[in-house]
């Protein structure tokens, strides 16, 4: 069973608003921590926004006042709500668990070092 399945990419025009989710199965407990990052071709994966256990959420600094993120504790899925789609947010969007929060000290863990991934959504924006 796969841990984390994402849905809701697509190609929107600038401006417009996508909703992406993501399942977590049983091998993801209330015990994690689950947050949204995202690959530009070329470029590094980079946070984009997660939620605390107790319902706090970080978001990058691209992304606040524009997107939302949040948690269906009893399904155990993630949303992410994301208005005023930018091209510069053209990426692939990514699910993490990870049972250490995923950000520490201000900045995010390397995500080289998270325990559980999705395979992706692709959100595309244009102009």
């Known amino acids: 069973q796969v841990p984390l399945v994402e849905s809701g990419g697509g190609s929107v025009q600038a401006g417009g608003s996508l909703r992406l989710s993501c399942a977590a199965s049983g091998a993801i407990d209330s015990s994690y921590y689950m947050g949204w990052f995202r690959q530009a071709p070329g470029k590094e994966r980079e946070g984009v926004a997660t939620?605390?256990?107790?319902?706090?959420?970080t978001y990058g600094d691209s992304v606040k006042g524009r997107f939302t993120v949040s948690k269906d504790n009893a399904e155990n899925i993630l949303y992410l709500q994301m208005n005023s789609l930018k091209p510069a947010d053209t990426a692939m969007y990514y699910c993490?668990?990870?049972?250490?929060?995923?950000?520490?000290?201000?900045?995010?863990?390397?995500?080289?070092?998270?325990?559980?991934w999705g395979q992706g959504t692709l959100v595309t924006v244009s102009s």
């Open positions: 939620i605390g256990r107790d319902g706090t959420t």
């Open positions: 993490a668990a990870d049972r250490r929060q995923l950000t520490y000290g201000g900045s995010w863990r390397d995500p080289n070092a998270l325990e559980r």
